[in-house]
């Protein structure tokens, strides 16, 4: 959490700032005993046991915007708010989309060990394509959907969507410049595919094998919504035999990722430790969001 959001929740509430308690499930219990309210990002596993070490508490603030780590019903039955930063990391997101598509599209991540080392690929790299003109298929179209279609759209990118819960006729297509289509279409049609939906029963293994075939041979998928949503094995199988043209993973089944994984030294993929929504500028934001949401909470 960002030190001048501590700082403020310090002036008028007794905040025990330890980032190490993560790591330290047993300490943590104990520390909650005496707890109105929590502060968790996304590694915390707030479960009964937890809610149950925790009798005092009234609010917990997640430092993001996912609560698949937060057994939201729990909270409800005990009258605990789960006050997330709806909205605050979203722009970092969709940047990261934009910025990773780019990469990709063009291939030129691919040469610097090379060109350092003399070598000189330029033919290998020559056919890199251009964001303009390309077709983004934006699947989960909330918040951070609907900014990456306003971004895709100023750099020329005809961007096309699907959400089960927003008809045709919802006024985030027309704002956004984005056209509404079927699952399996959007799939067809794109040349880059970005994910943007939480991790539930409903969207788990939503894009297995039989949906990642359904990808163009060129086409790249881009995933910062949640692991588990796409099958890592059916993917990396895919871009090892050339049946899909790279992929940028944010997020995992499992993180960290553990060695041995599927995804080590596969071609095409770039991977990142979940920072997707995590820039100097939103820490700030989700920070300043979730100190004010708990402080109000605790003081109603
Ligand atoms: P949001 O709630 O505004 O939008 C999510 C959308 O997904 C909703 O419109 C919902 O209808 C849609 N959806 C649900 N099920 C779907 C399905 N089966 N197919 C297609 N769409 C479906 O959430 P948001 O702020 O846009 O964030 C989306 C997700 O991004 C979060 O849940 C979180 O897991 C992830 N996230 C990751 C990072 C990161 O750093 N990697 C940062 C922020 C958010």
Known sequence: MDGAAIE???????????PALVDDPARLLA??????????????????ALLDAAPRLVAIGRLGVGLDNIDVDACAARGVAVLPATGANARAV???????AMLLLRGAYTSSDAVAAGAWPRAALSNGREA?????AIIGFGGIGQLVASLANAIGMTAIGYDPAQPPDAPCWGST????????????????????MP????????????????LPSHAILINTSRGGI??????????????????????????????GSVLADVPNLILTPHIAGLTAQS??????????????ALSD
């Open 94 to 100: 969709a940047e990261y989309v934009i910025a990773t």
């Open 132 to 136: 303009a003109g390309s077709t983004l």
């Open 199 to 214: 991790l539930t029963n409903a969207t788990r293994n939503l894009l297995d094998a039989t949906r990642l075939a359904l």
């Open 230 to 259: 796409v099958d890592e094995a059916a993917l990396a199988s895919a871009l090892r035999e050339g049946r899909l043209g790279g992929a940028a993973l944010d997020v995992f089944a499992r993180e960290p990722l553990q060695s």
């Open 31 to 48: 520390c909650l005993k005496d707890a109105d309210a929590l502060i968790v990002r996304n590694r915390t596993q707030v479960t009964r």
């Open 177 to 196: 410049g984005a056209r509404p289509v079927p699952l399996d279409e959007a799939l067809r049609s794109a040349d880059v595919v970005t994910l943007h």
């Open 283 to 296: 820490n700030m934001r989700v920070s300043t969001l979730v100190a004010s949401r708990v402080a109000q």
């Open 8 to 18: 403020s929740l310090s002036r008028q509430f007794d905040v025990h700032a330890d």
